[in-house]
């Protein structure tokens, strides 16, 4: 869902981090939110970084971290999120402090976690009635702790209402990339995945383990067929043209992709044909027909209901809130 930012003021992020915090997760909110800029280079972030005793923090390493900022910043925040700890491994061990920093978060702010940080969301009752996610591993625990919690254990990330929740530590980069998304847009979202060296954009809804990430020398990979699709979006692409780009039969190819990308190739054709939709209205003048046509939805009736279902928008008002290029 689009979040719309009327003045583009620099949106708040407050991180709350608790004793044996992982360092690699602290890091990836600071690095994704940090580097957002505005076409004429402003930072769109304040990431700061909080704890309920603000001094030394111990982390999950061999190494502690300093922290300066109380609980009280919280208060502030437009988003707060929330990364794990190994403390989320100990059932009953969230502490009273946590609690009462949690309940000074301010009505409306956006809240979210990094993998096991969505046990602490879930204690205090913040994703009762909410599709959630949290580390594989870990899901079968946190669906028996959290019965009122609807529990996806198949995906990277969630958004439902305002409070969203990240598989393991990679998908935390995916949950923060579509934040900045829902922020200021794909161009700011691309560009920060860009300086990350990341894929700017995984599906929340894509597979959180794929059981072989990499294919073994002797399969060839999905990727011609992949460089071809994305060279002919404006144009119908079926299965069959596909698994004819990797000389393989269509059930051969729709297994291997699935291994590959953890999602089906139909799946990941519709991303990004929104994606190059989404690229078009931020950066063309382009009238709606034409990027419907070049995005390879054929119609702006059929972009307008791929849009909406998407990004909860019309191709109109997603142009107007995130286009980075004047209207002449």
């Known amino acids: 869902m689009v979040m719309m930012c009327e003045d583009r003021a620099m949106h708040r992020v407050s991180v709350l981090v608790r004793d044996g915090c992982l360092p690699m997760e602290l890091g990836i909110v600071h690095r994704i939110f940090g580097q957002a800029r505005s076409a004429a280079g402003e930072r769109l972030y304040e990431v700061r970084t909080c704890t309920t005793s603000p001094g030394e923090v111990r982390t999950d390493t061999d190494f502690a971290i300093r922290v300066d900022h109380g609980p009280e910043i919280l208060a502030e925040a437009d988003t707060v999120i929330v990364p794990a700890s190994d403390l989320d491994y100990v059932p009953g061990s969230l502490q009273e402090e946590v609690r009462t920093a949690l309940a000074g978060i301010r009505q409306g702010a956006r ?23 949290t580390h594989w591993r870990s899901c079968d625990r946190f669906r028996a702790q959290y019965p009122a919690v609807h529990v996806d254990p198949d995906v990277l990330y969630t958004d439902d209402r305002g409070v ?29 995945a860009r300086g990350t060296v990341v894929p700017p954009h995984r599906d929340g809804g894509q597979a959180q383990y794929v059981r072989r990430p990499l294919p073994e020398p002797a399969v060839s990979s999905t ?92 191709p109109t008002t997603y142009r107007r809130t995130f286009r980075t290029t004047p209207t002449t």
Request: include cysteine; aromatic fraction near 4%.
């Open 164 to 192: 969203l929740t990240s598989a393991g530590v990679a998908a935390g980069i995916d949950l923060c990339l579509h934040m900045v998304r829902s922020d200021f847009g794909s161009a700011v979202a691309n560009e920060v």
């Open 223 to 314: 990727g011609r067929a992949r460089t071809w699709a994305l060279e002919n979006l404006h144009r119908p692409v079926s299965l069959r043209e596909l698994a004819a780009r990797e000389s393989t039969s269509t059930r051969t190819f729709t297994r291997r992709f699935r291994e590959e990308m953890g999602t089906s190739p139909g799946q990941w054709l519709a991303r990004q044909r929104i994606e190059r939709a989404c690229a078009l209205l931020e950066e063309t003048d382009l009238p709606v027909d034409d990027v419907a046509e070049r995005a390879g939805f054929g119609t702006a009736g059929s972009l307008r209901l791929h849009l909406q279902a998407e990004r909860g928008v019309s």
């Open 111 to 133: 809240i979210a976690s990094v993998c096991t940080g969505s046990f602490v969301l879930a204690e205090v009752g913040l994703l009762d009635g909410r599709r959630a996610t």
